[in-house]
């Protein structure tokens, strides 16, 4: 994640973090590494579904805020 966030042509995208590891630290290295998001498993399908429609949608929005 690092390197994707270094590199101008990835940086924007979306990045869900999905891992076993739910303690605090690991979520603020996550996210100090430039997460989107972050999930602990077991996690809901319907969360991480809400999620990535929430993420998706967001470039589209933006495009019409512009028109």
């Known amino acids: 994640?690092?390197?994707v966030r270094q590199d101008a042509r990835l940086y924007a995208i979306p990045v869900v973090m999905i891992t076993s590891r739910?303690?605090?630290r690991h979520r603020e290295h996550?996210?100090?590494l430039g997460a989107t998001a972050y999930l602990g498993k077991p996690?809901?399908?319907t969360e991480l579904?809400?999620?990535l429609a929430?993420?998706?949608a967001k470039p589209i929005e933006?495009?019409?805020?512009e028109a």
């Open 1 to 3: 994640l690092r390197h």
């Open 49 to 51: 579904l809400a999620l």
């Open 54 to 56: 929430q993420l998706c």
């Open 22 to 24: 739910t303690a605090g």
């Open 43 to 45: 996690f809901q399908e």
């Open 30 to 32: 996550a996210m100090a």
């Open 62 to 65: 933006a495009e019409e805020a």
